[in-house]
């Protein structure tokens, strides 16, 4: 195969394109495939991003064919896709789907698909190269990875090519049953054909977090404990569990969003410059951050649940979490998480990292806010500021993808008054290109081999040894009510005010 002599390998601004493929999505048929999988792949075709020899196949328990298949997914790109609809684009996608039925426990139809996938070697050219994407219930994992080693779609000498496999969080429900499920995916494939997909790592705005401090000088020398005050970490949705009781109530808020989403917003936070910007680099400064994180000793204080109560949002009269379909009248599963965090790290020794999470809390919203301490000397009266806060530099992951840079300015007049003021970059004004997906970020990365923005078997290690105290602290006791349409029980306002401290309103 010939290079272009004029492209430098290492830049990468130019648009790559995966090798010959297959795609193969299990549970094809649920809510994350139809509302992200799919559209994620329509969108990429459209963009020139998929190799011209590629396929997508879909495994589900549904007596279908491939016509069948192919007018499920085009409706759901129809609907969710984020480039504009183009008939031609997918009229040339529609002829590389294929459908494969089946349970997942039934060899025969796993014995189906790796002779499907044979026969896509030679009729579409994908060369042995796939990629298994598992959007399937946890608990199904290991029996979709045991057929796929019987079947040894899993071994890359077997095959040809290269195989890999993509998991949806969470990634076991304590520390034990991660090291199990680790130790399970990593025997069928290889280590590094492993992606655990967080999507959260996916969004242009958090990975616009390692350009802000690393390519500016402006941040980095008060990206410390001489300077910052605390940092705040917020996940907030408006909705409630919907249709997910059967999930959520064995999970709950501290096991669905703070171990993964949030212990991974801390850490690229907190972590150091990477030696390169490489997947291995970004990774071990990483986990330097989550094994260097310390627990509350007083977590009754500072460790913080509770189940929302009904209440008012957006003008409609919503349930209480316990009235929802199929959750338990005496349920204990928290809907809302707050905790403060510590890093024991010269940088940020005596900082406090709060996090919380909550479902139907007044606005859908994630952010991550640095609080600078205030100046140790004001020349001014006290009257002169008293409107004055912290300085604040607020990155906004969704939905107002941006960055807000928040300080103290006079108010015109011939009075000195000092108030807050705040500078915006929305990406949306800044940039003509609108931001891909996460997922269609992540599932390009995947076929690419990319593994920066995938968190490995120790991150996932060290989040649960944080997580796992927590949860045994919170064992058979009574979440703390707030209404819907609050920002979380009165008792999360309490940990901060202890602290001299309060939460900031996004």
């Known amino acids: 195969m010939r290079t272009n002599p004029l492209r430098d390998p290492r830049d990468r601004r130019l648009p790559r394109v995966p090798e010959p493929c297959a795609l193969v999505v299990f549970g094809v048929t649920g809510d994350l495939s139809r509302k992200k999988l799919l559209p994620a792949i329509y969108d990429l075709a459209h963009r020139g991003l998929l190799p011209a020899d590629f396929v997508l196949l879909g495994f589900a328990r549904r007596d279908w064919e491939d016509g069948d298949f192919e007018t499920l997914a085009k409706k759901a790109a129809q609907e969710h896709a984020r480039t504009d609809w183009n008939e031609e684009v997918w009229a040339r996608l529609s002829g590389d789907i294929k459908f494969v039925a089946g349970s997942f426990d039934d060899d025969q139809a796993f014995d189906t698909l790796a002779t499907t996938l044979d026969e896509l070697r030679n009729s579409h050219g994908i060369k042995g190269n796939a990629a298994f994407y598992l959007s399937v219930p946890p608990s199904m994992f290991p029996v979709v990875l045991r057929q796929m080693e019987r079947t040894k779609m899993a071994d890359n000498a077997t095959s040809g090519g290269w195989r890999r496999v993509v998991v949806e969080k969470p990634f076991g429900h304590d520390l034990p049953s991660a090291k199990e499920l680790n130790a399970l995916v990593d025997e069928v494939f290889t280590a590094e054909d492993v992606f655990r997909i967080d999507h959260y790592l996916g969004k242009e705005t958090v990975q616009n977090l390692m350009a802000l401090r690393f390519a500016n000088q402006l941040f980095e020398p008060v990206w410390n404990a001489n300077y910052v005050d605390s940092v705040q970490i917020t996940m907030a949705e408006d909705v409630g569990i919907g249709g997910r009781a059967g999930f959520y109530d064995a999970t709950g808020a501290a096991r669905d969003v703070l171990q993964n989403h949030l212990l991974q917003l801390l850490a690229l936070t907190a972590m150091e410059e990477p030696v390169e910007f490489t997947a291995e680099a970004i990774r071990t400064e990483k986990l330097k951050v989550l094994r260097a994180i310390t627990l509350p000793a007083d977590r009754a204080a500072y460790a913080v649940r509770g189940q929302y109560q009904q209440g008012w949002l957006a003008g409609e009269r919503v349930l209480a979490y316990r009235d929802e379909k199929d959750v338990p ?93 705040s500078m915006d970059f ?66 999360s306002d309490e940990m901060l005010a202890r602290d001299g401290r309060s939460w900031r309103r996004p």
């Open 329 to 421: 009248d005496d349920s204990k599963t928290e809907s809302y998480a707050a905790v403060r965090l510590g890093i024991d790290t010269r940088r940020w020794a005596g900082v406090p990292f709060y996090l919380r999470t909550g479902k139907r809390l007044p606005r859908r919203v994630t952010e991550i806010a640095v609080l600078f301490k205030k100046a140790p000397h004001l020349p001014f009266s006290h009257t002169d500021t008293e409107e004055l806060g912290h300085n604040q530099l607020v990155v906004r992951v969704q939905p107002d993808e941006g960055v807000t840079l928040k300080f103290g300015s006079k108010v015109p007049g011939s009075m000195m008054e000092v108030r807050d003021v």
């Open 426 to 491: 929305l990406y949306g004004e800044a940039f003509t290109e609108s931001s891909p997906e996460a997922y269609e970020r992540l599932i390009l990365d995947v076929m690419l081999g990319d593994a920066t923005l995938f968190p490995r078997n120790e991150e996932v290690e060290a989040s649960w040894r944080v997580i796992d105290p927590l949860e045994e602290f919170w064992t058979g006791q009574e979440p703390a009510p707030y209404r819907a349409g609050e920002w979380g029980p009165k008792a």
